[in-house]
């Protein structure tokens, strides 16, 4: 049996991203929440959720899904790559199950995206500008629960 279409409504998400500690953008005609890695303010979580920035809430069945990436946007290009690029993309999250059961798995997947982000910038450490460094992220611990 198929899972059912949830509708989270546009609160519900705007209060899930504000405890995650996340503020919200315009990109185009969607709200887009965004959150700097905290060893380094140029690299970016984004969460795409369908919202209109006009107002009202998400799409309906079938016409989007939750998206998660990362990102790399400064006024200083990085190497050979430019000002701004993609960095990370995760698998999409289906609004079908329970409001808890999305949400779950919407965490889930910024995590997985924070994580990676911290990989990326270990592995890039020495080649980023200097202006922008704090610490490098330390090796991940089995322990680690924030996001």
Not at 34 to 56: C, E, F, M
Not at 97 to 122: H, K, P, Q, S, V
Request: proline share 3%; glycine share 6%.
């Amino acid at each position: 049996m198929a899972e059912r279409y949830v509708k989270i409504t546009r609160e519900k998400l705007e209060n899930f991203f504000a405890a995650c500690g996340f503020s919200k953008r315009v990109a185009g005609k969607e709200l887009v929440f965004v959150r700097a890695n905290q060893h380094y303010s140029d690299v970016w979580i984004k969460v795409y959720t369908s919202l209109p920035a006009d107002g009202g809430d998400v799409r309906g069945k079938g016409q989007d899904a939750i998206r998660v990436a990362a990102a790399y946007e400064s006024d200083v290009p990085f190497r050979d790559r430019g000002k701004s690029f993609g960095i990370y993309k995760a698998q999409r999250v289906f609004r079908t199950g329970t409001e808890e059961a999305i949400l779950d798995r919407l965490y889930e997947r910024m995590r997985e995206a924070y994580a990676f982000t911290n990989e990326w910038l270990r592995r890039n450490w020495t080649h980023l500008p200097q202006q922008k460094r704090d610490s490098a992220p330390a090796a991940k611990t089995p322990s680690e629960k924030k996001l």
